[in-house]
């Protein structure tokens, strides 16, 4: 098991970098998910408001494509659409 302590010593980039790799070898959406959360704010402490609203209307775009009406997908996700209605009183 890792401790902090020897995370901690670590360089920021080392992190990241055996961060993604073990999110990408579990296909960890959600430590993906939460990195963009958090990068527009990222951005703003490191003094970029214009990259943090850069980041903010480009990652919405990127999500809100991925919900588009293409009929063969929405066709495909109905289980999902019937599941998360059901789940949420719909």
Do not use: C
């Not at 010593?9 to 993604?20: F, G, K, Q, T």
């Amino acid at each position: 098991m890792t401790k902090f302590e020897e995370l901690d010593a670590l360089s920021s980039r080392e992190l990241h970098d055996r961060a993604v790799k073990r999110a990408r070898r579990h296909l960890d959406v959600r430590f993906f998910w939460r990195l963009l959360e958090e990068t527009p704010a990222a951005d703003a402490a490191t003094g970029d408001a214009v990259q943090a609203e850069e980041q903010t209307e480009h990652w919405s775009r990127q999500v809100m494509e991925q919900f588009d009406d293409d009929d063969a997908r929405v066709e495909a996700q109905r289980p999902i659409y019937i599941d998360y209605l059901l789940q949420h009183n719909g």
